[in-house]
């Protein structure tokens, strides 16, 4: 019978081969998981592999006989998932399973416990800034409306202080013709 064993495990750009200092793998992250067989009697060519990756509860998530020492996979959920392969050698005899698991979680971003109070922290933002840009429109006509009544009143106190001034000018040329 064929063996086969686990060689490493990549995550994006870092590569582990002590599988108990995996850490949790996040969602949207690419997961390459590679296997070395001990087969000397299958030509290198025609060596074939079963690779399943079930999730916890039972589920199969796929299921596939490739001939790669390879297996990349992109999680979309969250959960535990376990990857075993098994090789299989010309004589369609399988080697014992080798499985590696790990957990496979959301980043902290995608959160509902983190997106949702962000979500209404953002609302409550919006709604503030709505609120005081109309307060500050209403009081920004309030004051324009009381600079033009200021302005107005300015303007009607020069005329008439100007009309006072001509009146009294005219008094004073009066006074001087009556006393010459």
């Known amino acids: 019978r064929p063996g086969i064993q686990v060689r490493s495990v990549q995550l994006d750009d870092d590569t582990y081969t002590d599988f108990s200092a995996l850490p949790v793998v996040?969602?949207?992250?690419?997961?390459?998981?590679?296997?070395?067989?001990?087969?000397?009697?299958?030509?290198?060519?025609k060596r074939q592999f079963l690779c399943r990756l079930t999730r916890s509860g039972g589920?199969?998530?796929?299921?596939?006989?490739i001939g790669q020492r390879r297996f990349e996979w992109t999680?979309?959920?969250?959960?535990?998932y376990t990857f075993a392969v098994q090789a299989i050698d010309r004589d369609l005899r399988y080697s014992d399973p080798q499985r590696l698991t790990f957990t496979v979680a959301a980043p902290w971003y995608a959160s509902a416990w983190i997106v949702a109070p962000a979500a209404g922290g953002v609302l409550a933002l919006l709604i503030f800034s709505s609120f005081t840009g109309w307060r500050y429109a209403v009081h920004r006509r309030?004051?324009?409306?009381?600079?033009?009544?200021?302005?107005?009143?300015?303007?009607?106190?020069?005329?008439?202080?100007e009309q006072k001034n001509r009146e009294l000018l005219e008094a004073k040329e009066a006074a001087e013709v009556a006393n010459r």
Do not use: F, M
Request: net charge neutral; aromatic share 2%.
């Open 75 to 80: 999680p979309r959920e969250s959960g535990t």
């Open 59 to 65: 589920g199969t998530v796929t299921s596939a006989v």
């Open 142 to 161: 309030e004051v324009a409306r009381l600079r033009d009544q200021v302005l107005a009143q300015e303007r009607q106190a020069r005329e008439s202080l």
């Open 26 to 45: 996040k969602t949207g992250r690419r997961v390459a998981i590679q296997y070395q067989e001990t087969d000397l009697k299958t030509d290198p060519d």
